[in-house]
């Protein structure tokens, strides 16, 4: 399946984390949070951070997996699912989907971005937790996502679940005026986005978006 006309990428947070972003101006690899005072609502799995912290990205030699800011190319993600069912062994949240906000971003405005600033790109055809997964940082090479497995709703073949956990990277940070949407599961969560973006010059517009969540 071709790429889409205007691909989109998406970072999922625990709205509680949402104002110390806004107010930093940046989502911070987890290479940069292990060694900021420990704060927030952590929604991930913490033997995987750890992995991804030692995993390399082979097309940027001497750099690892954590030391990007990590995005799918999809809303309504296989680890929205993880959070959503709240049974796997190795996850401490089990506050549900519902706090869970997606930070929606363009690809090719965020891959100028990175350009234009020094910042080592690079995306993922599975997920980028893997050891087996395959890196890419060409603009060209985007055809080689499995774009159809990004779209589907039913993930349950093997296929379609690796796909789907593609992901999209960018080195150390990424800045907050580059989100254009935030997708929230209902307007109490609108209320709380709204009041951590209270006083910012960047303001993405808020969205209730059913079809994001499970």
Known sequence: MAIPAQPKIYHIVHVQNLASIVTDGHLWSDATMVNRPPGGTVIGMGGIKLRRLRLPVTCHQGTHVGDFVP????????????????????LTYRGGQQPIVHLEADLYRSVRWAEENGSRWAFSLS????????????????????????????????????????????????????????????????????????????????????????
């Not at 995005?71 to 062994?89: D, E, G, K, P, T």
């Not at 779209?151 to 254009?180: C, I, M, N």
């Open 71 to 90: 995005f799918y190319f999809c809303s309504r993600s296989i680890m929205l699912y993880v959070l959503h069912c709240a049974n796997h062994a190795e």
């Open 127 to 214: 997920n980028a937790g893997a050891a087996y997964t395959q890196f890419r940082s060409k603009r060209e090479q985007l055809s080689e996502v499995n774009w159809e497995a990004v779209r589907a709703t039913d993930f349950r073949p093997a296929d379609v679940k690796e796909g789907k956990q593609a992901e999209f990277l960018v080195e150390r940070s990424f800045p907050w005026h580059l989100v254009e949407r935030v997708g929230v599961h209902s307007q109490a969560v609108v209320d709380q986005v709204s009041t951590a973006m209270r006083g910012v010059r960047h303001r993405p517009q808020i969205e209730i978006r059913k079809d994001w969540y499970f």
